[in-house]
């Protein structure tokens, strides 16, 4: 039998901050943990900023909390049945189900509160995300890498002509700008 080939991708890759918060998030997507598996074997070929890591870094725990309270909300059934049917079998098991639901909650909630408290021992993606985030590669845009600054003036330069990626309506930075006289911009060409 032949050996299988390792398929070399001729490609870089640029994840969203919001799409590592996800791992985090109770979302209707198809996110899963396969996902963290792939991002750490291609961390040679994934463009990495400062920016995203400080993003996720600052915005992590609130993602976590999000979900605390989405777990909470799990059992919130509260079983009133009329008189006449409250020594049922079905009513029996329904209370059984939700003491075997609130044990299940409890420990969903400490599982949670641990990756919070120390992420380097109980978060696994936080774990290969200090990897990416610290491989030492030309594409990881992070501090020691003096490309960020070309980087950043040539994104201020497409921002300032509006070209994307930008929301609609979106001209905070030139308003920033304008207002504290760093950028001079006759009032009838301003875009407000």
Known sequence: MAKKQEVKIDA??????????????IRRTDVSMKYLEEIEKHKGIIIS?????????????????????EVKKINNVNLSVPAIISDAKAVEMIKKSKKDIDDQQ??????????????????????????????????????????????????????MLGYPPRKSGDNSMEMQLIGNGLLNVPKRQRSI
């Open 106 to 159: 409890k420990k969903l909630k400490e599982r949670i509160e641990k990756i919070l408290k120390n992420p380097n021992l109980n978060d696994p993606v936080f774990k290969i995300l200090q990897k990416v985030f610290s491989h030492n590669s030309p594409i990881n845009l992070n501090r020691d890498n003096k490309q960020r600054f070309t980087i950043r003036r040539l994104a201020l330069k497409r921002f």
């Open 12 to 25: 870089l890759i640029f994840i969203d901050t919001n799409i590592l918060l996800d791992f985090y998030r």
């Open 49 to 69: 900023t400062s920016q995203v890591e400080m993003e996720y870094k600052k915005n992590r725990q609130s993602a976590i909390l999000e979900s605390i309270s």
